[in-house]
């Protein structure tokens, strides 16, 4: 394997696709190899091949090496007990599943113990017979399984800040994260209490101490919300809303609204504190916008990624997550070249709709600056924008709801951050 | 197989079938949710709407209010409502500032229903649903006060809230048909 036999398909070293491992190129390796051996010494057989290890145990846990793995939560705040977030460390995480211990977490009042036997669900207003299900009996509807997104509305917001934090993926976008979500469909249990055709919301209320409550509109809680009771394969977690959340695809996320327990259908939005004092979005004549319900096309390199550091030239997989509120990924390009050229990513082919995807491809750095972005399509044709675009279109007076375009710079030390272009 | 066999088989199939598929949508879908009345709601159900829907009985003022708000909000909210961080500003603020605009219960909510909404659900932060309803009126009539959108004595219940026209009542764009 030659550097000539390199294809390059953009500005400042991105190589095809067909250079990823498994696409038929094995020449690729000898250009990224690494000595894996010290010089001189043989390879021994380790210390651990030759004690027997634990046996099976009731619950598993990760190896003690990955538990540098952690979400990034903020101070605890004494205004709010209770009260933050915490961000899925995204630079360290393969693949589109989002483990259900690393899922970001936003919480407005802590996170309650709930006792399933004495949780109840409840739908009421604008019904033909208000109802009161409980958990055991919700277990034995029929239940859906959709894998998808699930992103505050506040994410990404610091890029929108008039000069560029030192950041990296997860303290910038952590975020987003993505589960299977298995659940009861809203529109199964809103249909058996009977709709009354002048309802036109859906208010839905947890069982937090701060009763955190949001509207839905109908027309979206009778088409693919869930009401989800397993995350991954496990009852969903606490902070996720154990026993049982709202999941309303592609939507902003606090409109999931956690520890589900009321439903009201009414004929006018409740205007609860979530949807006008928060994530409402300040235009530059003052307006300010409201029930901005789809997250943007949007996607991230997560490696390499801010306050990373490459400690070699040669050839990396450029990798990272694209998503969208209104469909599934059709296109990510990349560029090296702070968006002067852009080349299409490979995108893994099993992505389903409002779901996140992986991409990759190969890049080539030759100790130069670079300024690595990544631009997603959408399966409606929507267009991830700049962050220019971004600012052109609604201003600085608010930070909701921004899905521009990432810039990460290369230095000559190989160090990477965040950066506006 | 005789062609009168066959045709038996068929009506006896397509028969099946059709029980099959009245079977399944009257028997198999579950509906497992117990009736309930909305009055056994009452005390559940903590939702009170711009329309005035969900407001409970009772009255308040902001003279009586004063009293509830410095013994449980002020710790966070200061005793004039200006709040003791970012998040716990209540008064002041002008949405056509100069730069970006101090985004406050004054200045900023389009509706004075989740004002009421929001306290008795959530609010104090390190006890909430901890007033009483003719409490949580008087501590939103007098956080209205401190905003200059009512007077002292003026009193507030569900029927004069729902009436009170906030400053900022029209800055607001609905995007929830946009899809």
Not at chain 1, 206 to 225: L, N, Q
Not at chain 2, 128 to 157: F, H, M, R
């Amino acid at each position: 394997m030659t550097q000539e036999k390199l294809e390059r398909v953009a500005g400042n070293g991105l190589l095809s696709r067909r250079h990823l491992l498994g696409m038929g190129l094995a020449g690729a390796g000898s250009v990224m190899t690494n000595s894996a051996l010290g010089a001189d010494a043989g390879l021994q057989i380790p210390s651990w091949s030759k004690v027997p290890g634990p046996g099976a145990s009731g619950y598993g846990n990760r190896s003690s090496h990955t538990e540098y793995m952690q979400r990034m939560s903020g101070n605890p705040n004494p205004i709010y007990p209770g009260g933050g977030a915490s961000r899925s460390p995204l630079a360290e995480l393969q693949g589109t599943i989002t483990p259900n211990s690393l899922h970001f977490e936003r919480h407005h009042a802590g996170i309650p113990d709930i006792d399933p036997n004495m949780h109840k669900l409840v739908i009421n207003g604008l019904v033909r017979q208000p109802l009161v299900f409980d958990y055991e009996d919700l277990l034995k509807y029929p239940m859906v399984s959709k894998i998808h997104f699930l992103e505050c509305s506040g994410n990404s917001g610091s890029l929108l800040r008039p000069s560029p934090a030192d950041g990296s993926a997860q303290s910038l976008h952590g975020l987003v994260s993505c589960a299977e979500w298995t659940g009861i469909p809203l529109s199964a249990l809103l249909d058996e209490a009977g709709v009354d055709p002048a309802a036109q919301w859906v208010s839905a209320v947890g069982a937090d101490a701060a009763s955190m409550g949001r509207s839905v509109p109908i027309d979206k809680a009778m088409d693919d919300v869930l009401v989800a009771l397993f995350q991954n394969g496990e009852p969903v977690r606490p902070e996720q809303g154990y026993p049982m959340r709202l999941f309303c695809p592609g939507w902003e996320g606090n409109i999931s609204v956690k520890w589900l327990t009321q439903l009201k259908l009414t004929s006018e939005s409740s205007q609860f504190r979530d949807e006008t004092s928060k994530y409402t979005d300040t235009l530059p004549d003052r307006s300010s916008l409201q029930f901005t319900f789809p997250m943007g096309t949007k996607s991230l390199i997560t490696s390499p990624s801010g306050q990373m550091a490459l400690n070699r030239q040669g050839i990396y997989q450029v990798t990272g997550i694209a998503w969208s509120g209104r469909g599934s990924i059709r296109r990510v390009e990349v560029s090296a070249d702070g968006g002067r050229s852009w080349a299409d990513a490979e995108i893994e082919s099993h992505q389903s709709d409002k779901a996140l995807a992986r991409f990759r491809i190969p890049w080539e750095w030759s100790g130069g600056s670079a300024v690595l972005q990544s631009r997603a399509t959408d399966s409606e044709g929507n267009v991830q924008p700049t962050r220019d675009a971004v600012l052109a279109d609604r201003g600085r007076l608010s930070t909701y709801h921004n899905h521009c375009i990432q810039s990460w710079a290369v230095n000559s030390n190989g160090g990477v951050a965040n950066v506006y272009v | 197989m005789s062609m009168y066999k066959r045709a038996l088989l068929f009506i006896f199939s397509v028969t099946l079938a059709s029980i099959g598929f009245v079977s399944f949508a009257q028997d198999t879908v579950l509906k497992l949710g117990s009736p309930i009345s909305e009055e056994q709601l009452s005390e559940f159900d903590l939702i009170a709407g711009p329309d005035g829907a969900g407001f409970p009985s009772g009255s308040g003022s902001a003279a009586q209010g004063k009293q509830v708000f410095d013994t449980r909000c002020a710790a966070c909210h200061a005793l004039t409502g200006e709040g003791t961080s970012g998040n716990t500003v209540l008064v002041g603020g002008d949405m056509h500032s100069e730069g970006s605009p101090l985004r406050t219960v004054g200045s900023y909510w389009p509706h004075a229903s989740t004002l009421f909404d929001f306290i008795r659900r959530a609010m104090p932060a390190d006890a909430p649903k901890s007033l009483t309803s003719e409490e949580v009126y008087q501590v939103t009539a007098y956080v209205l006060y401190l905003n200059g959108i009512v007077d002292q004595n003026t009193v507030i219940n569900r029927e004069t809230l729902i009436a009170i026209e906030m400053p900022n009542k029209d800055g607001f764009i609905d995007k929830s048909q946009v899809r």
